[in-house]
């Protein structure tokens, strides 16, 4: 088992910047991807970003160079920075982690991000 647990959302104004961040526990050491995904109202949950242990990144295509994300792999946790923000990066934002050789797979309870002026 692994718990993640958010921070960092908030409102932020266009073009402002945010960054969220990520803390594991648990089952720390089997943990594999780490990364971030969102919703957005009434669509599906899409990839923002994710980073394995080795540290390949993978980056959704809407991120467009405005997002980094970043690892710790001593602490376990996950950060997103986020500029550029426009008001269509409104959701909420989840963060995730899987295993090594395992198909299971965790989400923390998400965080609101609301860019609006």
């Known amino acids: 088992q692994v718990q993640l647990v958010e921070s960092g959302g908030g409102l932020v104004q266009p073009g402002g910047s945010l960054r969220l961040s990520c803390a594991s526990s648990g089952n720390i050491l089997s943990i594999n991807v780490m990364g971030w995904y969102r919703q957005i109202p009434g669509q599906e949950r899409e990839l923002v970003a994710t980073r394995t242990k080795a540290g390949r990144t993978e980056y959704g295509d809407f991120v467009k160079g405005r997002f980094t994300i970043s690892r710790d792999n001593f602490k376990n946790t996950i950060d997103l920075q986020m500029s550029g923000l426009e008001p269509e990066d409104t959701a909420v934002y989840y963060c995730?982690?899987?295993?090594?050789?395992?198909?299971?797979?965790?989400w923390g309870r998400g965080t609101q991000v609301t860019v609006s002026s």
């Open positions: 995730y982690a899987d295993l090594f050789a395992s198909p299971a797979a965790y």
